[in-house]
């Protein structure tokens, strides 16, 4: 990857629309090669997707919550269990593991506390091997989204 590769990059996190001409401008490079940058960029893997960045306020998505997730067992099939059930719930916008207590962090939004609350009765608890679940309300969003440092 060179500078081209990552202004490439800088430019598509701005803005993903981005015509190939006005893109290939930007950067100080020919259209043709500027496009079979970004399909190398893509086939790699590097650019895993497009999409549109939504204002979860505007679509009725006002509550937030970070819930801590620790698993009775954390042998092999415990996590891979929990790991693929959780993509099921479409409430969990992220989902990492973590080292050490708890065993995961889970990024929840949904649109008051009554569905926050049947989404952990429902589906949180539910999830395979949950020993313990905490959690702790979002008050204000202050970065989201960011593009990566490049």
Not at 51 to 67: E, K, Q, S
Request: with cysteine; aromatic share 6%; charged share 25%.
């Amino acid at each position: 990857m060179d500078d081209y590769d990552r202004k490439i990059l800088a430019e598509l996190q701005k803005d993903g629309r981005l015509s190939l001409t006005d893109l290939a401008e930007r950067i100080g490079l020919s259209l043709s090669p500027c496009h079979r940058r970004v399909r190398a960029l893509e086939d790699a893997g590097i650019i895993a997707d497009y999409r549109a960045t939504i204002d979860p306020a505007a679509v009725g998505l006002n509550f937030a919550a970070i819930v801590f997730v620790t698993l009775r067992a954390t042998d092999r099939e415990s996590v891979r269990a929990f790991e693929v059930a959780v993509p099921g719930v479409p409430e969990i916008i992220q989902a990492q593991r973590l080292f050490g207590d708890p065993d995961y962090i889970l990024n929840v939004i949904t649109t008051d506390l009554a569905a926050y609350q049947k989404l952990w009765d429902d589906s949180l608890s539910t999830l395979p091997n949950v020993l313990r679940l905490t959690s702790t309300l979002v008050m204000k969003s202050i970065v989201q989204g960011r593009p990566l440092p490049l």
